[in-house]
């Protein structure tokens, strides 16, 4: 049982090891935990049951993470015996909070199927709007798919997608037969597959990770001139305007004051421009959030044009905010791929309490002009 239970933490250690130092700094990471809670799971090692042994792991890797890591966890046969639909969302993509999540994965209770295909398709709903960001799923497994679907090919579809996944598995004392499609899975995925089942693959793993992380070493980048300073494009202060809205308390999400700003309806929307409605190229929007409450906005989406207020924009995805308030900065930020635009749309989708009424605070935008510097 030590030895297994060992094994199995640093099979968890070297896939976060295994993770580029230098993509921390270039690019946001998304990691999704995806954790089996089928029946299988139950089943006893000297005394502890592995569902135990990988809850203890995994919040152990949960703290392991980079602070700026942005971490969502799935489970799947935790409610129910025969249900290939028992696939939950335990913790959406918010800043690691371990408190957050700890309480549901403790809970936990091994009893259901193995729906492998079908959480792989419900977490890629859950990168919706991170494109062109480092996109990274850990599947915790200790037996193959029971539902009647080939996880393989769905792997190979999220890795080859727009949202470019990187699926790493982790085989959790796993017969022949089931190692070879979760091997299959990591292979399809773009991602590694590690064996939790003895000490001797324990150091053959670890042979290879340092292998690969001294190879992806991020060079020395030459001196180039520094690029423009992003400021926040909708700052009225910086010419930012309100163009087409509801009513005029839209106006308050971007004149600088952070106060609270009630009430928005659901479904509503409005649309901004910058300085002289010129285009400027962004990446990052934030919203105020000071502190909890259950009308705090919770879903929205952004939508950019190029050409018109009123014409037709493209959207840039569906973002979710925390119900929290952050101590650093009580501003959330979600990152997008870069874009020029002359026109931003904010629609409203819903609130953390579920009603048809929220609360707004300040909007922030963060990039250049077109061929400004900035302020």
Same mark, same amino acid.
């Given at each position: 049982?030590?030895?297994?239970?060992?094994?199995?933490?640093?099979?968890?250690?070297?896939?976060?090891?295994?993770?580029?130092?230098?993509?921390?700094?270039?690019?946001?990471?998304?990691?999704?935990?995806?954790?089996?809670?089928?029946?299988?799971?139950?089943?006893?090692?000297?005394?502890?049951?592995?569902?135990?042994?990988?809850?203890?792991?995994?919040?152990?890797?949960?703290?392991?993470?980079?602070?700026?890591?942005?971490?969502?966890?799935?489970?799947?046969?935790?409610?129910?015996?025969?249900?290939?639909?028992?696939?939950?969302?335990?913790?959406?993509?918010?800043?690691?909070?371990?408190?957050?999540?700890?309480?549901?994965?403790?809970?936990?209770?091994?009893?259901?199927?193995?729906?492998?295909?079908?959480?792989?398709?419900?977490?890629?709903?859950?990168?919706?709007?991170?494109?062109?960001?480092?996109?990274?799923?850990?599947?915790?497994?200790?037996?193959?798919?029971?539902?009647?679907?080939?996880?393989?090919?769905?792997?190979?579809?999220?890795?080859?997608?727009?949202?470019?996944?990187?699926?790493?598995?982790?085989?959790?004392?796993? /017969?022949?037969? #089931?190692? $070879?499609?979760?091997?299959?899975?990591?292979? +399809?995925? @773009? %991602?590694?597959?590690?064996? !939790?089942?003895?000490?001797?693959?324990?150091?053959?793993?670890?042979?290879?990770?340092?292998?690969?992380?001294?190879?992806?070493?991020?060079?020395?980048?030459?001196? /180039?001139?520094? #690029?423009? $300073?992003?400021?926040?494009?909708?700052?009225? +202060?910086? @010419? %930012?305007?309100?163009?087409? !809205?509801?009513?005029?308390?839209?106006?308050?999400?971007?004149?600088?004051?952070?106060?609270?700003?009630?009430?928005?309806?659901?479904?509503?929307?409005?649309?901004?421009?910058?300085? #002289?409605?010129?285009?400027?190229?962004?990446?990052?929007?934030?919203?105020?959030?000071?502190?909890?409450?259950?009308?705090?906005?919770?879903?929205?989406?952004?939508?950019?044009?190029?050409?018109?207020?009123?014409?037709?924009?493209?959207?840039?995805?569906?973002?979710?905010?925390?119900?929290?308030?952050?101590?650093?900065?009580?501003?959330?930020?979600?990152?997008?791929?870069?874009?020029?635009?002359?026109?931003?749309?904010?629609?409203?989708?819903?609130?953390?309490?579920?009603?048809?009424?929220?609360?707004?605070?300040?909007?922030?935008?963060?990039?250049?002009?077109?061929?400004?510097?900035?302020?």
């Amino acid at each position: 049982m030590k030895q297994c239970m060992v094994t199995y933490i640093g099979i968890v250690l070297l896939f976060v090891m295994a993770i580029p130092s230098g993509v921390f700094a270039a690019e946001p990471l998304n990691v999704e935990l995806i954790i089996d809670a089928s029946g299988s799971m139950a089943a006893k090692m000297e005394g502890k049951t592995k569902m135990d042994i990988a809850k203890d792991v995994l919040m152990g890797l949960l703290a392991d993470f980079p602070g700026d890591a942005q971490i969502a966890v799935r489970a799947y046969g935790q409610n129910r015996k025969e249900d290939c639909d028992d696939i939950e969302l335990l913790a959406p993509f918010g800043p690691k909070d371990q408190s957050q999540v700890e309480g549901k994965v403790r809970a936990l209770k091994p009893v259901g199927m193995t729906p492998i295909a079908g959480a792989l398709d419900a977490a890629e709903r859950d990168f919706l709007g991170r494109e062109g960001q480092h996109n990274i799923i850990l599947l915790v497994s200790d037996g193959k798919e029971t539902c009647k679907r080939d996880p393989c090919n769905v792997a190979k579809r999220l890795h080859q997608s727009g949202i470019q996944l990187e699926i790493n598995v982790i085989g959790f004392n796993v /017969t022949a037969e #089931e190692r $070879k499609q979760l091997e299959c899975i990591a292979e +399809e995925g @773009g %991602g590694k597959y590690y064996n !939790a089942a003895n000490a001797k693959e324990f150091r053959v793993a670890a042979t290879e990770v340092k292998q690969q992380v001294a190879q992806t070493q991020p060079a020395v980048k030459p001196t /180039t001139p520094p #690029e423009p $300073k992003a400021m926040n494009l909708l700052s009225a +202060e910086n @010419g %930012g305007q309100l163009l087409v !809205a509801p009513d005029d308390l839209w106006f308050r999400t971007i004149d600088g004051k952070e106060d609270e700003i009630s009430s928005f309806a659901t479904d509503e929307e409005a649309v901004f421009a910058f300085k #002289e409605e010129q285009p400027a190229t962004f990446d990052t929007f934030a919203i105020l959030v000071p502190g909890t409450d259950s009308v705090n906005v919770k879903e929205f989406e952004l939508l950019v044009a190029e050409d018109s207020p009123t014409g037709t924009f493209r959207s840039m995805g569906k973002f979710q905010t925390q119900n929290v308030k952050l101590i650093k900065t009580p501003y959330q930020e979600f990152k997008f791929p870069e874009v020029t635009a002359k026109y931003l749309k904010v629609k409203l989708i819903s609130a953390h309490g579920g009603g048809g009424h929220m609360l707004l605070y300040e909007f922030r935008l963060l990039g250049t002009l077109q061929g400004a510097t900035g302020k």
